[in-house]
Nanobody
Framework: QVQLVESGGGLVQPGGSLRLSCAAS????????MGWHRQAPGKQRELVAT???????NYADSVKGRFTVSRDNAKNTVYLQMNSLKPEDTAVYYC?????????WGQGTQVTVSS
């Protein structure tokens, strides 16, 4: 069992920035794929970004050019740098670890973009 703890959410004005962190309770394996997902009120959870152990990244079209996912394997931590935030980015952001057929989720952190 791997526990994931997100932090860094909050209230920010449109155009602002936030950095989310996700700390894992165990070391990363080479097969691990880390991801960030989000769920806005009344909507389904959607993929935001993923990063492999080798550093390959993938982004949803809606965040390309604004969000950057990174990982620090020595600290068992994944980050999501969010710039040029828009009101439509408001959601609960969840960290996810995919390990083969297993998936682990954090408890989520709220991001609210509003003036």
């Amino acid at each position: 069992q791997v526990q994931l703890v997100e932090s860094g959410g909050g209230l920010v004005q449109p155009g602002g920035s936030l950095r989310l962190s996700c700390a894992a309770s165990a070391v990363f394996f080479s097969i691990d794929v880390m991801g960030w997902h989000r769920q806005a009120p009344g909507k389904q959870r959607e993929l935001v970004a993923t990063i492999t152990s080798g550093g390959s990244t993938n982004y949803a079209d809606s965040v390309k050019g604004r969000f950057t996912v990174s990982r620090d394997n020595a600290k068992n931590t994944v980050y999501l740098q969010m710039n040029s935030l828009k009101p439509e980015d408001t959601a609960v952001y969840y960290c996810n670890l995919g390990r083969g057929s297993y998936a682990f989720w954090g408890q989520g952190t709220q991001v609210t973009v509003s003036s």
